[in-house]
């Protein structure tokens, strides 16, 4: 890469390989998502993936359950501001903090639109036992058929 490389303008980028690391970072099919996602599916649990539960709302969950009215996300530590491992950055303190604020707010925001729409939220952290996460769902799943039927 060129040594007279700039951001473009108006991006988040410091430098380019900061630039490259963050483009690197996945929105999905994280591993947590994957743990989880795995020990549903053993259990015979079908689900959508990064769907969204309303089709007017531009957001998606982790996991969807439709019939059910249920919505699953599994929330980074960094991205999501963990209260126990959340980490204000170094690099462009400003921006970042503020980014982590805006995730929260539309976090809280998206929990609020999706339960007045009749849907139940579950939020789990990355740092949280899978099988424990799974074992929440399922039952979660499990309550809420029993409910429609």
Not at 85 to 90: D, E, L, M, S
Not at 117 to 144: K, M, N, P, Q, Y
Request: glycine share 4%; hydrophobic share 40%; charged share 30%.
């Amino acid at each position: 890469m060129p040594t007279d490389w700039s951001p473009p303008e108006g991006s988040w980028a410091s430098s380019a390989a900061r630039r490259k690391n963050m483009q690197a970072i996945r929105s999905r099919d994280t591993k947590p998502e994957l743990l989880v996602r795995r020990l549903l599916h053993a259990q015979g649990l079908r689900y959508r993936v990064a769907a969204k539960p309303l089709p007017e709302l531009r957001r998606t969950a982790d996991i969807v359950f439709r019939p059910a009215k249920l919505a699953v996300f599994i929330d980074g530590c960094y991205w999501h501001g963990c209260p126990a491992h959340y980490v204000p950055p170094k690099t462009n303190s400003g921006y970042w903090s503020e980014k982590v604020l805006r995730n929260i707010s539309r976090d809280r925001d998206t929990d609020r639109q999706l339960q007045a729409a009749g849907w139940t939220v579950l939020r789990f952290w990355e740092h949280e036992s899978a099988d424990d996460c799974a074992l929440a769902i399922a039952a979660a799943v499990s309550r809420l058929r029993d409910l429609r039927n």
